[in-house]
Structures are given as structure tokens and as C-alpha cells.
T-cell receptor, first 114, second 114 residues
């Protein structure tokens, strides 16, 4: 069964600083990988998705993520954080071959200091 | 398009009461999902449906029931509310398998059981 680990529960960065949120997954084959963002009091919104091809994936709001098969990781990055990026971020894994469900990590809460 | 709508937004129940959380989507999506979100625990799948008349259990189905009589609606029923069901509930939908495709989330229902 697939699983996702987000090692950092809470990260604080200053506005304008770079950001990297970590995600490690466990899956027996090539996974489908997702990053979702949840603003306070809102539902989740898809930032980006990886399913094949180029291992560096571009998403919305200036985010990108890199799939590293050897490390079973799919880390989310942003070169310069804005105050509006303060939110909770969830990594999720699905799979090829009849994958009806996603498994979510526990989330990383991002605080942005002015 | 309204996307995924959920009602109510907030609800307080007494132990032993029952209620139905409503979820409607207007995107003609065949897959629909119910999740619960508890602090620090990420999202846990309660039930899902791959089409009208077809439902299946997720990771945490105990204490809940669902039905899917139409493509648009996927209500979640709590029969005998317990304090352990205090949570935020999210409905989501997707066109095609949810493990491969973007899931669209509703704004959530915050439920407190006292």
C-alpha cells in the first residue's frame, strides 16, 4: 500500500526567502504524485502533479517540484515566498493501473514572516 | 460552474443525534470522495464512489454511510454522532480515477459533537 511522509509539521520562512517542503513516498511502481495547498478555512487546491516525463514539474503560483525516484521524494520548491503563500501544504500519492484513491501526507504548515 | 458545494458549513450535534452532510458537484464528475481532516493528521478517506449506484469504503468508514443515487450528489450520513466524529469534512470529485487526476474539493463542513 502506498504511503506519504511529510517530515516537517511546521516551517517558518521570511517573505522573499526560498522555500523547500519535503515529501517522501512509498509505492511499488511509478507513482502519480500531487501537491495540494489549503488556505485557512478553505478546501484543497491542486498546485501541481507528476505522472511521467520530465522530473521537474511546474505548477501554479510559481511553485515547482522535482521527482527523484532514487530518493522516493517529491519536494516542493519556490524561489521567493510571498506572504500569501502562508497555508498548509499536502503531498499525495496515487498510482497507475486502476488507482481510484489518493493517500495524503499529514501536511506541512507554512508561516511567512514579513 | 459552482464546482463542489457542501452544506452546511458548520454544525453542532449532540451525542447520539444523526445528520446528513450534503455534497453536490456540477462538473459531471463520475468519481466522488468524502474525507475527514483532523489537526495534524492530514486527510483520511471515509467513503468514495466511482459512479451512480456504486460506493466503497475508504480508510475510516465506521460510523458513516453514503449513497449515490445521482451523478451530482453524494451525501454522507452520520447515524449516531460521537465525539470522535468531531472533524472537518471535505467532499471532492474528479473526472476519472482519483488516484491519477486532479480532485476538486468543496469548502468543507466543520462538525462538532458534544
Amino acid at each position: 500500500a502506498q504511503s506519504v511522509t511529510q517530515p516537517d509539521i511546521h516551517i517558518t520562512v521570511s517573505e522573499g526567502a526560498s522555500l523547500e517542503l519535503r515529501c517522501n513516498y512509498s509505492y511499488g511502481a511509478t507513482p502519480y504524485l500531487f501537491w495540494y495547498v489549503q488556505s485557512p478555512g478553505q478546501g484543497l487546491q491542486l498546485l501541481l502533479k507528476y505522472f511521467s516525463g520530465d522530473t521537474l514539474v511546474q505548477g501554479i503560483k510559481g511553485f515547482e517540484a522535482e521527482f527523484k525516484r532514487s530518493q522516493s521524494s517529491f519536494n516542493l520548491r519556490k524561489p521567493s515566498v510571498h506572504w500569501s503563500d502562508a497555508a498548509e501544504y499536502f503531498c499525495a500519492v496515487g498510482g497507475k493501473g486502476g488507482s481510484e484513491k489518493l493517500v495524503f501526507g499529514k501536511g506541512t504548515k507554512l508561516t511567512v514572516n514579513p | 460552474n459552482a464546482g463542489v458545494t457542501q452544506t452546511p458549513k458548520f454544525r453542532i450535534l449532540k451525542i447520539g443525534q444523526s445528520m446528513t452532510l450534503q455534497c453536490t458537484q456540477d462538473m459531471n464528475h463520475n468519481y466522488m470522495y468524502w474525507y475527514r481532516q483532523d489537526p495534524g493528521m492530514g486527510l483520511k478517506l471515509i467513503y468514495y464512489s466511482v459512479g451512480a449506484g456504486i460506493t466503497d469504503k475508504g480508510e475510516v468508514p465506521n460510523g458513516y454511510n453514503v449513497s449515490r443515487s445521482t451523478t451530482e450528489d453524494f451525501p454522507l450520513r452520520l447515524e449516531l454522532a460521537a465525539p470522535s466524529q468531531t472533524s472537518v469534512y471535505f467532499c471532492a470529485s474528479t473526472l476519472g480515477e482519483g488516484g491519477r487526476n486532479e480532485q476538486f474539493f468543496g469548502p468543507g463542513t466543520r462538525l462538532t459533537v458534544l
